[in-house]
């Protein structure tokens, strides 16, 4: 059987200027799992998933992906699709066009099947033929939540993914995770709302101050009591 599909220990971010973003972190993603990261603005997980996107290297601690390290360029970052950083798309093109530009650019091997596949868990739906500069908020999302799902990538990791989206798309969207990850595949999602990781997550790790301070099954964080501060400091 393959390894975990993450392994992150001991993982650190100093920026330059001196600021500690990320101080040790330890975690582990188990295949299948839908994992939130959850924690406050400024508790760090947008910094860890660009370390673990290869986007910043990290100052101290390793990452380890499907058995293989993580860093700028690492061949295993192939198993992984991401929404780390919001996608721009162009507006006067489809939907679907904007995917297919989106592949000649990363020459990923992706073909019109890999395309429907991804716009259907997306759940896009015919709309995807229309031009992005109509789409609402949350077809925007579930576009860039295509984008990373193409050629269904093993692990999918996804960086606020409901942000600025409203209570049904919210909805919608933890149906996309859950349809993902019920193909056996691995999801990795940051929020800072605890409510919303409760049910869309099976397994969820809370960052504060840059630290990981809980670390159990959604039952776990929730009768711990702890993560309720978390809401308390979200906006
Ligand atoms: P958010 O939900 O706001 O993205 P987050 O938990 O993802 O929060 P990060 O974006 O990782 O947090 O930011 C953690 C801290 O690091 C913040 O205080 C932020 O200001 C700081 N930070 C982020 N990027 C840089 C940078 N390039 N240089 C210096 N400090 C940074």
Redesign the pocket.
């Known amino acids: 059987p393959d390894a975990d599909p993450l392994v992150i220990e001991g993982l650190a971010k100093t920026?330059?200027?001196g600021?500690s973003?990320?101080k040790g972190v330890t975690f582990r993603v188990r295949s299948g799992q839908v994992l939130g990261l959850l924690?406050?603005?400024?508790?760090?997980?947008?910094?860890?998933?660009?370390m673990l996107m290869g986007l910043i290297r990290p100052t101290a601690g390793t990452i380890t992906a499907f058995g293989q390290p993580v860093g700028p360029g690492a061949p295993v970052l192939a198993r992984i699709g991401a929404f780390v950083e919001g996608p721009g798309f162009l507006p006067h093109l489809s939907g679907a066009d904007n995917l297919r530009l989106y592949w000649a650019a990363t020459g990923r091997p992706a073909t019109e099947a890999h395309l429907d596949e991804a716009l259907e868990i997306a759940g896009l739906g015919p709309s995807v033929q229309r031009r992005v500069g109509t789409y609402s908020q949350g077809m925007r999302q579930r576009l860039a939540i295509a984008q990373a799902m193409l050629g269904l990538p093993d692990m999918l990791v996804l960086?606020?993914p409901t942000n600025g989206l409203d209570p049904p798309q919210i909805h919608a969207m933890r149906e996309v995770l859950r349809r993902y990850a019920a193909g056996g595949r691995t999801v990795l999602v940051?929020s800072?709302l605890l409510a919303e990781v409760e049910q869309t997550c099976d397994h969820v790790v809370v960052?504060h101050h840059?630290r990981v301070v809980a670390d159990g099954s959604v039952e776990d964080i929730i009768a711990g009591g702890g993560a309720a501060t978390f809401t308390v400091d979200a906006p």
């Open positions: 920026y330059r200027g600021f973003a990320v924690g406050p603005n400024g508790a760090g997980k947008t910094t860890v998933l660009r960086d606020e940051s800072h960052m840059g």
